[in-house]
C-alpha cells in the first residue's frame, strides 16, 4: 500500500467483541465498522482469538474493509496489570489458543475453589451468584466479596478480604500469571507483533518498554480513548525514543450512551499505520 493511499487511512486497532466482554458480534462489529467507512480493524479481545474466525467470514462481504486479527493478553506486575495486544497474529496457533484458554479457565477455576474453601470454613455462598455478579467481565476475588456480603456472611467487603481471601487468608488461592514477557514471547511465537496497550499510566514504563523490546515489543498504543493530546504526545514520543511503533485504538466494546469513544473515534497518524504495515510484511506476516 503506498503512503498516497495511505493519506486517507480510517483504522481503530483496539476493539472488543462478545467473544470477551464486548456487547456486539465479531459479525456485528464488522458491519458497524463498515457502516463506519472504516478502511482497517483490529479485533483485540481479552486473552482469545474466537471472534476472528467468524470475523473474517464477515469481511469477505465488506471490500474495502481489512481485518487484523489480533488479540490482547492480560498480564500481571506486581502491583496490577499490564495489557500487551497483538497484531496479524495466526489465530489458528496452536501454542497461542491452548495458552490463552488456559488463561481464562484458570481466572474461574481458582474462583471456585475459593468458594469451595469458603464452604469447607462454614461460610456457604453460591457459585451461580458468584458468576452472576462479575457478569462478562473476568471473575475474581471482588465477585466472591460481595457474594459473602450479601448473604450477611461478613459485615463488609472489606471484613471479607481481610477476614478470608486476602493473601494470607484461609480461603485464599493462587491463580496463574503471566508476566507482560512471557506475554511477547507467546505472541512471537504465534507470529504475531506485540504491542504495549494503554500505557499511559503504567509506573516505570520506560524500564518496562526495554525489558520488553529485548524479546519482541514492537509497539505501544498511544492513541487511546480517553488520553489528552499531551499524554498522546509524550507517549508518540518515548515511541520514537525507543524505535517502536506508535498504535491506537478506541478499546470500542458496543457500550450504550455516551461514554464510550466511539468505534474509530481515536485517529491514529497514517505513518503510524504504515510503519505498522512496513513491520508486519518485513516478518511476512502479510501480503503486498
Ligand atoms: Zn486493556
Ligand atoms: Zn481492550
Known sequence: MSIEKLIKVKADLHLHTTASDGKLTPEELVRKAAAASLDMIAITDHDTVEAIAPALREIGTHPGLRLIPGVEVSTDVPHGEVHVLGYFLDHNDRELVSNLAKLKSSRV????????????????????????????????????????????????????????????????????????????????????????????????????????????????????????????????????????????GSDFHGFQGDEETQLGGVPIPPECIHKLLVIARQSSLVGS
Open 109 to 248: 477455576v481458582r474462583a471456585e475453589r475459593m468458594v469451595e474453601k469458603l464452604a469447607g470454613l462454614g461460610l456457604k455462598v453460591d457459585w451461580g451468584r458468584v458468576r452472576e455478579i462479575a457478569g462478562e467481565g473476568s471473575i475474581g476475588r471482588p465477585h466472591i466479596a460481595e457474594a459473602l456480603y450479601e448473604k450477611g456472611l461478613v459485615t463488609s467487603i472489606r471484613e471479607a478480604f481481610d477476614k478470608y481471601i486476602s493473601r494470607d487468608g484461609p480461603a485464599y488461592v493462587e491463580r496463574d500469571k503471566m508476566t507482560p514477557e512471557e506475554a511477547v514471547e507467546l505472541l512471537v511465537r504465534s507470529r504475531g507483533l506485540p504491542v504495549l496497550a494503554h500505557p499511559g499510566y503504567l509506573p516505570d514504563l520506560e524500564s518496562l518498554l526495554i525489558r520488553l523490546q529485548r524479546v519482541g515489543l514492537v509497539g505501544l498504543e498511544a492513541y487511546y480513548d480517553g488520553y489528552d493530546r499531551r499524554l498522546m504526545g509524550q507517549l508518540a514520543s518515548l515511541a520514537s525514543k525507543y524505535n517502536l511503533v506508535a498504535t491506537g
